[in-house]
């Protein structure tokens, strides 16, 4: 199995900054794409934001040119950061790190952290 521990939310003024990290860990971790979603309030939860194994990004439209993601593999754990700029209202909502590992006879499956709010205030 995989955990997921996320850190970093909290409470920003509009144009100010935050840094999301997530760690997951496990035995023989094998973790393909890591990053991170959003989920609005009354609103479904969307990507924003992916490395993959060489640590190269991947960003949907809100996230180009504001929100960097990095990641660091060791043995038994790989995190991810998501250092977020110019945050805005809009950008209000519970962010969840996803880690999509290879599980021993079970195959490629999504794990879930348990979310960590961010709120903007205008």
């Known amino acids: 199995q995989v955990q997921l521990v996320e850190s970093g939310g909290g409470l920003v003024q509009s144009g100010g900054s935050l840094r999301l990290s997530c760690v997951a860990s496990?035995?023989?971790?094998?973790?393909?794409?890591m990053g991170w979603y959003l989920q609005a309030p009354g609103k479904e939860r969307e990507p924003v934001a992916f490395?993959?194994?060489?640590?190269?990004?991947?960003?949907v439209d809100i996230a180009k040119g504001r929100f960097i993601i990095s990641r660091a593999n060791a043995k038994n754990s790989v995190s991810v950061n998501l250092q977020m700029h110019n945050l805005q209202p809009e950008d209000t909502a519970v962010y969840f790190c996803l880690a999509d590992a290879w599980i021993t006879l079970r195959g490629w499956r999504d794990f879930w952290g348990q979310g960590t709010q961010v709120t903007v205030s205008s």
């Open positions: 496990g035995i023989d971790l094998n973790i393909r794409n």
């Open positions: 490395a993959g194994r060489d640590g190269s990004g991947e960003y």
